[in-house]
T-cell receptor, first 109, second 119 residues
Framework: GESVGLHLPTLSVQEGDNSIINCAYS??????FIWYKQESGKGPQFIID?????DKRQGQRVTVLLNKTVKHLSLQIAATQPGDSAVYFC????????FGKGTRLHILP | EAGVAQSPRYKIIEKRQSVAFWCNPI?????LYWYQQILGQGPKLLIQ????????DSQLPKDRFSAERLKGVDSTLKIQPAKLEDSAVYLC?????????????????FGEGSRLTVL
């Protein structure tokens, strides 16, 4: 079965607030982690990645945090906008890329 | 730059029939992937090609699924015969390099997918 999972299937956030999407992984051999965004009717889109020798990486409005001690990954989205509504997948790489089940981010007006 | 092209976008068939999906990756991308995404789940890798060779097909149900990438560019994924549980979106993705090893990245470029409904 898949080793990557998510804590919450749905997250509702007020527009303008920060969003935090969490992910747990179980394969300690994974050396690389990725976050993807999937809008309805589209394929997943790469957001940001992080290698296992890092614990934080920042992009434009997004930050990924990696805690290898507890095998936890999070994606923080600053100032959430309506366009951020989507399903977010974390993925890990050991030998190949394995996707988790996804969290749906719902933006409240 | 043109993205990953897939066709058809939608297909409805009855169980035991066959279906084929086509993918044209981004020009110059050596690695091509087929993923199956069942409703409410994350994509599951079916097969990965590096140029025209298979890198990983460990999760491909080989009794009914087949895939090929002739000339290292376009690829087709075939299901024969289809089962009800094959209803899913079949996503094709490509990347400039492979995803394994230190030089590999996880930046896959996905097409919009082919939605299969098996009745």
């Amino acid at each position: 079965g898949e080793s990557v999972g998510l804590h919450l299937p749905t997250l509702s956030v007020q527009e303008g607030d920060n969003s935090i999407i969490n992910c747990a992984y179980s394969n300690s051999a994974s050396d690389y982690f990725i976050w993807y965004k999937q809008e309805s009717g589209k394929g997943p889109q790469f957001i940001i990645d992080i290698r296992s020798n890092m614990d934080k990486r920042q992009g434009q409005r997004v930050t990924v945090l990696l805690n290898k001690t507890v095998k936890h990954l999070s994606l923080q989205i600053a100032a959430t906008q309506p366009g951020d509504s989507a399903v977010y997948f974390c993925a890990e790489r050991d030998d190949k890329i394995i996707f988790g089940k996804g969290t749906r981010l719902h933006i409240l007006p | 730059e043109a993205g990953v092209a897939q066709s058809p976008r939608y297909k409805i068939i009855e169980k035991r029939q066959s279906v084929a999906f086509w993918c044209n990756p981004i020009s110059g991308h050596a690695t091509l992937y087929w993923y199956q995404q069942i409703l409410g789940q994350g994509p599951k890798l079916l097969i990965q090609f590096q140029n025209n060779g298979v890198v990983d097909d460990s999760q491909l149900p080989k009794d009914r699924f087949s895939a090929e990438r002739l000339k290292g560019v376009d690829s087709t994924l075939k299901i024969q015969p289809a089962k009800l549980e094959d209803s899913a979106v079949y996503l094709c993705a490509s990347s400039l390099v492979g995803t394994s090893g230190g030089a590999g990245t996880g930046e896959l470029f996905f097409g919009e997918g082919s939605r299969l409904t098996v009745l």
